[in-house]
């Protein structure tokens, strides 16, 4: 089941089409329906209002102008944390090539 400020892939016709964040999901006037405020994260970004029912913000397919539409909730990775002794290993292989690691956070603390 979506719920508000998820970000959902739209497919169309079972290819990808646009990701959007659902920013609302109200009652429709039928039962068991809700009108569902997208804001479609492309460019120029739009807001639209779909009429939708749980099903179709469960996954289910539904159709369009005739186009077969579904919504798919995107999960973020788990972030994977590196191996120490990789880590380490890759430093001291940057380090003897000469190489400079620098620190996006020692630039923000040096204004640089």
Same mark, same amino acid.
């Given at each position: ?5 998820? $970000? ?46 749980? $099903? ?57």
């Amino acid at each position: 089941m979506l719920f508000e400020q998820d $970000i959902v892939i739209i497919y169309v016709e079972d290819k990808p089409l646009t990701f959007a964040r659902i920013e609302e999901i109200g009652p429709d006037f039928k039962p068991e329906w809700f009108q569902v405020k997208l804001l479609i994260l492309q460019l120029p970004v739009k807001i639209v209002t779909w009429i939708l029912n749980d $099903i179709y913000l469960s996954g289910g397919d539904f159709t369009m102008d005739g186009k077969k539409i579904r919504l798919e909730k995107i999960v973020a990775p788990k972030e994977l944390k590196p191996d120490k002794n990789k880590t380490d290993d890759k430093k001291e292989q940057k380090k003897s090539k000469g190489a400079e690691i620098i620190s996006f956070e020692n630039l923000k603390k040096n204004g640089g």
